[in-house]
Each structure stands twice: as structure tokens, then as C-alpha cells.
């Protein structure tokens, strides 16, 4: 169980009288301030001050637009990151640099980090007998780099891409000079790297440029041999002289073909006309002739002449019937020449038949020819391909290398950082600050003080006061008369709960006092109860099985002890397993509310059986309404629930009843505390249990009686009366 806090009912804090001791006491809170912080000045005065200057560096590409590679974009920049800034951090606090800065500013010599390089004459002494190390120039110059490094801080701004270096030394010129060599040994450092870098990737061009300069010849010379042996000569528009001819050779066969099909067109057209009777001079190629054009001319000035003399002449005269006999001439003529006309047309078509055939044989040869260059072209692009391949390379690293060797002449080696703030002289040390940090020292001892006043005061106990309007548990509740057997009779008690006097009232059973053998009047005490609930709390048991041989009149005692631990602050719940719902009427002021039994035959859930007590804070698992006997048979659960309900609670209270030793066996385990309810140590049930319990060696039971504390005690089974 874990231990809960007493709430010192009897007792509590008065406030006036703790703050009260602080006004008694101001004398010598103050002069015990004064003093620490009088201290604390002279101290800090004979500390020596330190001073810090501090560099910061930008990281960033330093490139510009017309130093820029050639083949490198705008976008193609190394992108600067955290872990790559982290790295710059690295760098800058290595131990190159830190060397470096030593060497040019010989701080060797300085007293300041020289003096942890100075062995002491034990070292010395230790050294010499090859116990320690001997103090060498190395092993010096080993421990002025960690003087250096122990004074260095170096760190990144979050979120952007600075860097601080930052120097502390008792010199200030020394603090500001040693950051910004740091910074200039960086610098030189990032370029003397990229220098390496530009030198190695000229060394490297240089002979592979030589070694592709005779690749490159070597593709070209196999790229012109293959060609001439493959008369693969070159046309226009780069293509195959072969493929070339056979494209125009194509083009003429085709036109060969139109011309000779419009020349049969025609052809036909005019025998078709000559054939029928129709006039020939109507045609098209036929009108087109020259002398047909003349001879139509003529006949049409034969006919005209004709129609003017026939106005005036008869059709029988002889100049008429000249014009006529001229005018048949003329007509056969013109027919003469149409059949001429045809002859022509079919002698071009012949002449195009031929050149249609010549050509075709021409173009099955340049075919055969193409045929033989596509395939041999093939080869060729291929040795084309590697020769341009071998070309571009070799211009690329010869751009390059023109590239690099100007920039390594040049000695350009842009750093892609750049110092954008210089360390200047620190004017005020940062350490020691005398006057925050005295008047931090005046406040840190007044509170000191005055925290050690209160404490003194609260535990010594004069800062303490009883609570007013509180009956403790002890005050005696007398029976004028006394009775063989007790009566559990209620009474209201009333539990001061703040200083207001706000009380909360509950329902408990009080047993009524009892006489002995020697018929003396006992009183009841309830220090008893307390006492039995300290046992509990500083036993740290997370179980109690109580006994209550005498029934219900001894279970009051069970209610009043679950009380009592709840208002001292501990989670406590009560298991009714007595058979009788009496605890559950005096708790919940109902005997019906399911419980124990309920649970045990999985008719209810822990949700419905787990009540709050209607005058406390403790919670309890009555009785419940299924038969206890049939409940019992599965009593196999009964660890499983328990132990479920240690694990929510600080202490599980089982209230067994009349339990006999064998059926407690099953609830007592480890860590479990027993305890035995009496309330007439004469009653014979009382007897047989308490000798029960000791022949079944059971742990030794705590006596709970209403006639104050320890007032019995169990020796070897029996009751026995303490003195």
C-alpha cells in the first residue's frame, strides 16, 4: 500500500504565528544576508574578468554569374543544409586550424594558455622515472590546444546559416584576435581546399584530353576509310548519292507516267472525234496546231467571201463555185492535218511508253544499289555515332580543363563562406557581472533564510494550533449501562473537515462497553481504530482480512477502521464477504445494492457492484443479492477479484465475518495483514477463532477492540489482557 499522508486531525498550521517567526527572527535573516552577499562581492572582486569577442560567418556560395563553369546552371549550386552547416562547425574547431591560429599567433608564448602546459614538480618528478608523461614540445603544444579549445565556442544560429565563433580570454585583444584568426584560417583553409580540388581535376584532364584527342582521330579515319570502300558517297541534305538518285529517279518515272497518260488521253480523244465525223477543228489539240489555226482563218474568209458574193451573184457562177471548190480543198486540208495532229499524239505516247520502261529499269538498279548502301549506312552511322560521341567528349574536357587551368592561374578560389562580422575589442568582461550577480546572492540567501525560519518553526511545533470544533477519535463514548451482549445502536459524530467548521455527519455502530470477569466498567476508546490504521499504513500491506467472530457488532468496528483510512487520505475499499448485509445498510443505507456474490457469479460488472460510502470517501463491495452459498461455489474467482482490485487500490479491507480457518487460508496470501474484530474478549466465539487462527498458523492477527489501544493482545491462541 502506499503510505498516505496523515491528515494530523488534531492539529494544524496557524499561519500568523509562522510568519510571526520570520518578524522575531529578522535580525538575524538580515545579518546573515548581509554577510552572504558581502561575501559574495569580495569574492567575485578577486575574481579575474574575462572578456569574449566573437566572429560570424556567412555560409554561401560565392559564385557569380560570369565566374560561374560553363556547363553549370544557376540550379545546380550544392545546396547548403543543416547537417553540411554542422559540418562547417566541425571544421572551424578542428584541430588544423587550432594549430595553424597557434603557429601565427605564437601563442605558445602566451602566459595565459601556456600555464596548464607548465608540469608541476610532481609531474616532473614522475616523468623523470617514466611514471607520468616527460613534457616535450609535442606533449606542450598538445595542452595549449586544449587550453584553446576549453576557451573556443563554436555554434550555429538556429534556423539560418551563421556561424559564431567565440573566444573567451582574460585579454581582450587576445579573445578578438584569436576569433578572427580562427575565421581567416577557415577561409584560407576552404580555399587552399578547392585549389586541391581545381589542381587534381587539371592533372586528371591533362592526359585523359591527350589519350581522346587520339580516340577521336582514330573514329574519324574509320568513318572515312569505310565510306570510300563502301562508295557511300554523299549527296545533298547529307543523304546516300544511291538513295538520292533513286528519289529523283522515282519523281521522273512518275511524271513519264502522266505525261504518257494524257498523251493517249488525247490520243483517243482525237481519233474518237476523226472516227465519228465530228469536226476536227473543234479539239482542243487539234485548234492548238498552228497551221490548223491558219487554215481555219482561211476558211473562214472563203465563206465570208462566199456570203457577200451571193448577195449579188447566182449560186451557178464561176466565182462562186470557185470559192466552194477552194473551200472543200481548204476542209480536206484541215482534215489532212487533224489526221497529222493524231499521228503526233500517238507517237509522244509511244515515246513516253519507252521512257516509261527505260526508267523502270533504271529504278530496279538503283533500287538493288539503294539496298546495299542502307545496309552498309547502317554500319557507317554507327562509326559516325562513336566518332561524335569521342568528339563531344573531348570538347567537354577540354572546356574544362581551359576552365580550371585559368582559374589556377588566376589563383580565383572563391570560399563559399564569407566573414560578414569581424571581432572587435570587447570593451566590458562578461564574467564576472558583480552587480547581478551580488544582488542575485542578497535574494537567494533572504530566501534562504527566511525558508529555513519557516521550517524551524512549523517543526518545532510553534506554528501549530488544534483545529477547533473537532472530536477526535479518541474522546470516550460511555454506555451508562452495561450489557451481557452488545447492541450496535448509531450515533451522529461529527468530523471537522476545514477551519470554517463545515463538518460532514455519517452512520457509524459504537459498541457498548462491556464488564470483565472482576465486574469493572470498561469505556470505550476509538484510539484503538487509529492505532490499528497506523499499523496499516506503515506496514505498506495492500490487503487486510478482518475477522468479526461476534458478527455484525464486531463488523461496526471493520466500518469505523475503512473510515478512519479514508480520511487520512488512502484509497481504500471494503469487501462485505460477512453473509450478512448489514454492513451495506450501515454504509449505503440499503441492504439490496449488488455486490460480492453478484460478481463472484458474473451477473455484474465491477462498474455496478463498487459503491461510494454515503459519510466518507471510502468505497465498499456490499454483500449483494445472490444466494451466498451458491456465490460460494465459484470461489475459484474470488484471488482473480481481489487481486484486480489491489492493483486500483491502495489497501483492499475484506471483512470475512465469522470466518473459520480454513475458508480464511484462501484470502490470506503474502504481504496480507490479519486482523481480529473483538468486542467481549468473553464471548466463546471469540475464543475458538483466536485458537483457530493460531493452530492453523496463520499470521499473528492485530486485536481491534473499542477499549482503546493495545487493551488485548493474542499469546499462543488465547486472549490475554494487557497490563
Same mark, same amino acid.
Given at each position: 500500500?502506499?503510505?498516505?499522508?496523515?491528515?494530523?486531525?488534531?492539529?494544524?498550521?496557524?499561519?500568523?504565528?509562522? $510568519?510571526?517567526?520570520?518578524?522575531?527572527?529578522?535580525?538575524?535573516?538580515?545579518?546573515?544576508?548581509?554577510?552572504?552577499?558581502?561575501?559574495?562581492?569580495?569574492?567575485?572582486?578577486?575574481?579575474?574578468?574575462?572578456?569574449?569577442?566573437?566572429?560570424?560567418?556567412?555560409?554561401?556560395?560565392?559564385?557569380?554569374? $560570369?565566374? !560561374?563553369?560553363?556547363?553549370?546552371?544557376?540550379?545546380?549550386?550544392?545546396?547548403?543544409?543543416?547537417?553540411?552547416?554542422?559540418?562547417?562547425?566541425?571544421?572551424?574547431?578542428?584541430?588544423?586550424?587550432?594549430?595553424?591560429?597557434?603557429?601565427?599567433?605564437?601563442?605558445?608564448?602566451?602566459?595565459?594558455?601556456?600555464?596548464?602546459?607548465?608540469?608541476?614538480?610532481?609531474?616532473?618528478?614522475?616523468?623523470?622515472?617514466?611514471?607520468?608523461?616527460?613534457?616535450?614540445?609535442?606533449?606542450?603544444?598538445?595542452?595549449?590546444?586544449?587550453?584553446?579549445?576549453?576557451?573556443?565556442?563554436? &555554434?550555429?544560429?538556429?534556423?539560418? !546559416?551563421?556561424?559564431?565563433?567565440?573566444?573567451?580570454?582574460?585579454?581582450?585583444?587576445?579573445?578578438?584576435?584569436?576569433?578572427?584568426?580562427?575565421?581567416?584560417?577557415?577561409?584560407?583553409?576552404?580555399?587552399?581546399?578547392?585549389?586541391?580540388?581545381?589542381?587534381?581535376?587539371?592533372?586528371?584532364?591533362?592526359?585523359?584530353?591527350?589519350?581522346?584527342?587520339?580516340?577521336?582521330?582514330?573514329?574519324?579515319?574509320?568513318?572515312?576509310?569505310?565510306?570510300?570502300?563502301?562508295?557511300?558517297?554523299?549527296?545533298?541534305?547529307?543523304?546516300?548519292?544511291?538513295?538520292?538518285?533513286?528519289?529523283?529517279?522515282?519523281?521522273?518515272?512518275?511524271?513519264?507516267?502522266?505525261?504518257?497518260?494524257?498523251?493517249?488521253?488525247?490520243?483517243?480523244?482525237? !481519233?474518237?472525234?476523226?472516227?465519228?465525223?465530228?469536226?476536227?477543228?473543234?479539239?482542243?489539240?487539234?485548234?492548238?496546231?498552228?497551221?490548223?489555226?491558219?487554215?481555219?482563218?482561211?476558211?473562214?474568209?472563203?465563206?465570208?467571201?462566199?456570203?457577200?458574193?451571193?448577195?449579188?451573184?447566182?449560186?451557178?457562177?464561176?466565182?462562186?463555185?470557185?470559192?466552194?471548190?477552194?473551200?472543200?480543198?481548204?476542209?480536206?486540208?484541215?482534215?489532212?492535218?487533224?489526221?497529222?495532229?493524231?499521228?503526233?499524239?500517238?507517237?509522244?505516247?509511244?515515246?513516253?511508253?519507252?521512257?516509261?520502261?527505260?526508267?523502270?529499269?533504271?529504278?530496279?538498279?538503283?533500287?538493288?544499289?539503294?539496298?546495299?548502301?542502307?545496309?552498309?549506312? %547502317?554500319?557507317?552511322?554507327?562509326?559516325?555515332?562513336?566518332?561524335?560521341?569521342?568528339?563531344?567528349?573531348?570538347?567537354?574536357?577540354?572546356?574544362?580543363?581551359?576552365?580550371?587551368?585559368?582559374?589556377?592561374?588566376?589563383? &580565383?578560389?572563391?570560399?563559399?563562406?564569407?566573414? $560578414?562580422?569581424?571581432?572587435?575589442?570587447?570593451?566590458?568582461? &562578461?564574467?564576472?557581472?558583480?552587480?547581478?550577480?551580488?544582488?542575485?546572492?542578497?535574494?537567494?540567501?533572504?530566501?534562504?533564510?527566511?525558508?529555513?525560519?519557516?521550517?524551524?518553526?512549523?517543526?518545532?511545533?510553534?506554528?501549530?494550533?488544534?483545529?477547533?470544533?473537532?472530536?477526535?477519535?479518541?474522546?470516550?463514548?460511555?454506555?451508562?449501562?452495561?450489557?451481557?451482549?452488545?447492541?450496535?445502536?448509531? %450515533?451522529?459524530?461529527?468530523?471537522?473537515?476545514?477551519?470554517?467548521?463545515?463538518?460532514?455527519?455519517?452512520?457509524?455502530?459504537?459498541?457498548?462497553?462491556?464488564?470483565?470477569?472482576?465486574?469493572? /466498567?470498561?469505556?470505550?476508546?476509538?484510539?484503538?481504530?487509529?492505532?490499528?490504521?497506523?499499523?496499516?499504513?506503515?506496514?505498506?500491506?495492500?490487503?487486510?482480512?478482518?475477522?468479526?467472530?461476534?458478527?455484525?457488532?464486531?463488523?461496526?468496528?471493520?466500518?469505523?477502521?475503512?473510515?478512519?483510512?479514508?480520511?487520512?487520505?488512502?484509497?481504500?475499499?471494503?469487501?462485505?464477504?460477512?453473509?450478512? /448485509?448489514?454492513?451495506?445498510?450501515?454504509?449505503?443505507?440499503?441492504?439490496?445494492?449488488?455486490?460480492?456474490?453478484?460478481?463472484?457469479?458474473?451477473?455484474?460488472?465491477?462498474?455496478?457492484?463498487?459503491?461510494?460510502?454515503?459519510?466518507?470517501?471510502?468505497?465498499?463491495?456490499?454483500?449483494?443479492?445472490?444466494?451466498?452459498?451458491?456465490?460460494?461455489?465459484?470461489?475459484?474467482?474470488?484471488?482473480?477479484?481481489?487481486?484486480?482490485?489491489?492493483?486500483?487500490?491502495?489497501?483492499?479491507?475484506?471483512?470475512?465475518?465469522?470466518?473459520?480457518?480454513?475458508?480464511?487460508?484462501?484470502?490470506?496470501?503474502?504481504?496480507?495483514?490479519?486482523?481480529?474484530?473483538? %468486542?467481549?474478549?468473553?464471548?466463546?466465539?471469540?475464543?475458538?477463532?483466536?485458537?483457530?487462527? &493460531?493452530?492453523?498458523?496463520?499470521?499473528?492477527?492485530?486485536?481491534?477492540?473499542?477499549?482503546?489501544?493495545?487493551?488485548?493482545?493474542?499469546?499462543?491462541?488465547?486472549?490475554?489482557?494487557?497490563?
Amino acid at each position: 500500500m502506499a503510505q498516505a499522508k496523515s491528515t494530523g486531525a488534531d492539529v494544524d498550521i496557524d499561519m500568523g504565528a509562522l $510568519f510571526a517567526s520570520l518578524w522575531q527572527n529578522k535580525r538575524r535573516i538580515l545579518l546573515g544576508t548581509l554577510l552572504i552577499t558581502v561575501l559574495t562581492f569580495i569574492a567575485l572582486s578577486m575574481v579575474s574578468p574575462k572578456y569574449r569577442a566573437e566572429t560570424r560567418i556567412l555560409i554561401e556560395a560565392r559564385e557569380s554569374v $560570369f565566374t !560561374r563553369p560553363s556547363n553549370q546552371q544557376v540550379d545546380d549550386r550544392p545546396v547548403v543544409d543543416q547537417e553540411a552547416i554542422k559540418s562547417q562547425v566541425e571544421l572551424i574547431a578542428s584541430s588544423d586550424v587550432l594549430r595553424n591560429v597557434i603557429t601565427k599567433l605564437d601563442l605558445a608564448k602566451n602566459a595565459e594558455l601556456a600555464a596548464s602546459a607548465e608540469p608541476s614538480a610532481l609531474s616532473k618528478l614522475l616523468g623523470a622515472v617514466g611514471v607520468g608523461r616527460n613534457m616535450n614540445a609535442e606533449t606542450r603544444e598538445d595542452y595549449i590546444l586544449q587550453a584553446l579549445r576549453e576557451r573556443l565556442l563554436v &555554434y550555429s544560429v538556429q534556423e539560418s !546559416r551563421v556561424i559564431v565563433v567565440q573566444f573567451s580570454s582574460k585579454d581582450a585583444d587576445l579573445s578578438a584576435s584569436v576569433a578572427n584568426a580562427i575565421a581567416d584560417e577557415y577561409m584560407a583553409m576552404q580555399q587552399a581546399a578547392k585549389s586541391e580540388i581545381n589542381t587534381d581535376a587539371t592533372g586528371w584532364l591533362q592526359p585523359e584530353i591527350a589519350d581522346l584527342s587520339k580516340r577521336v582521330k582514330e573514329a574519324e579515319a574509320k568513318v572515312a576509310a569505310y565510306r570510300s570502300s563502301s562508295d557511300l558517297l554523299i549527296g545533298q541534305n547529307n543523304a546516300v548519292l544511291a538513295t538520292q538518285q533513286l528519289s529523283e529517279l522515282s519523281s521522273e518515272l512518275s511524271r513519264v507516267r502522266a505525261n504518257k497518260a494524257a498523251s493517249e488521253a488525247r490520243a483517243a480523244s482525237v !481519233r474518237a472525234a476523226l472516227q465519228s465525223g465530228v469536226q476536227a477543228e473543234t479539239l482542243p489539240d487539234v485548234i492548238a496546231s498552228p497551221l490548223i489555226q491558219r487554215l481555219r482563218e482561211r476558211q473562214v474568209q472563203l465563206n465570208n467571201d462566199i456570203a457577200d458574193l451571193s448577195a449579188s451573184l447566182l449560186g451557178g457562177h464561176p466565182r462562186i463555185r470557185a470559192l466552194r471548190s477552194q473551200l472543200a480543198d481548204l476542209n480536206n486540208q484541215i482534215r489532212l492535218e487533224a489526221r497529222k495532229v493524231l499521228a503526233s499524239l500517238e507517237n509522244e505516247a509511244e515515246t513516253a511508253r519507252l521512257r516509261e520502261a527505260e526508267l523502270n529499269s533504271s529504278l530496279n538498279q538503283l533500287k538493288a544499289q539503294s539496298s546495299r548502301a542502307g545496309e552498309e549506312e %547502317v554500319e557507317l552511322r554507327a562509326l559516325e555515332r562513336e566518332a561524335t560521341a569521342q568528339r563531344q567528349l573531348l570538347e567537354s574536357y577540354l572546356t574544362r580543363y581551359r576552365e580550371a587551368s585559368s582559374r589556377t592561374d588566376r589563383g &580565383y578560389m572563391p570560399a563559399d563562406a564569407r566573414i $560578414f562580422s569581424r571581432a572587435d575589442r570587447p570593451i566590458e568582461p &562578461y564574467f564576472p557581472k558583480k552587480l547581478p550577480m551580488t544582488l542575485a546572492a542578497f535574494i537567494a540567501s533572504l530566501l534562504i533564510f527566511s525558508i529555513a525560519t519557516l521550517l524551524h518553526a512549523l517543526f518545532s511545533g510553534r506554528a501549530l494550533r488544534p483545529v477547533s470544533g473537532y472530536q477526535t477519535a479518541s474522546s470516550p463514548l460511555v454506555r451508562p449501562a452495561a450489557m451481557p451482549e452488545l447492541e450496535a445502536e448509531p %450515533v451522529e459524530t461529527a468530523l471537522a473537515r476545514d477551519e470554517a467548521g463545515e463538518a460532514t455527519t455519517f452512520q457509524t455502530f459504537t459498541p457498548a462497553p462491556i464488564q470483565s470477569d472482576s465486574e469493572r /466498567p470498561l469505556e470505550t476508546d476509538h484510539a484503538g481504530i487509529a492505532n490499528i490504521a497506523d499499523r496499516l499504513m506503515a506496514s505498506g500491506a495492500a490487503r487486510a482480512v478482518v475477522i468479526s467472530p461476534e458478527g455484525d457488532e464486531a463488523s461496526a468496528l471493520t466500518i469505523l477502521l475503512v473510515r478512519e483510512l479514508a480520511d487520512r487520505g488512502v484509497r481504500v475499499i471494503l469487501v462485505d464477504m460477512t453473509g450478512s /448485509p448489514e454492513i451495506g445498510r450501515s454504509m449505503l443505507d440499503d441492504g439490496n445494492l449488488p455486490g460480492i456474490t453478484d460478481l463472484l457469479v458474473s451477473e455484474k460488472h465491477f462498474s455496478d457492484v463498487i459503491h461510494l460510502d454515503h459519510y466518507s470517501q471510502a468505497e465498499i463491495i456490499p454483500l449483494g443479492n445472490h444466494d451466498p452459498v451458491k456465490a460460494m461455489q465459484s470461489a475459484g474467482r474470488l484471488p482473480m477479484i481481489l487481486a484486480a482490485l489491489q492493483s486500483a487500490y491502495d489497501l483492499v479491507v475484506v471483512d470475512s465475518g465469522p470466518a473459520t480457518a480454513a475458508e480464511l487460508k484462501h484470502l490470506v496470501v503474502e504481504g496480507t495483514e490479519l486482523i481480529l474484530n473483538v %468486542v467481549n474478549p468473553d464471548d466463546a466465539d471469540v475464543t475458538v477463532t483466536a485458537k483457530a487462527v &493460531y493452530d492453523a498458523r496463520l499470521p499473528q492477527p492485530d486485536i481491534l477492540t473499542p477499549f482503546g489501544p493495545d487493551a488485548w493482545t493474542l499469546e499462543a491462541g488465547k486472549l490475554v489482557r494487557r497490563a
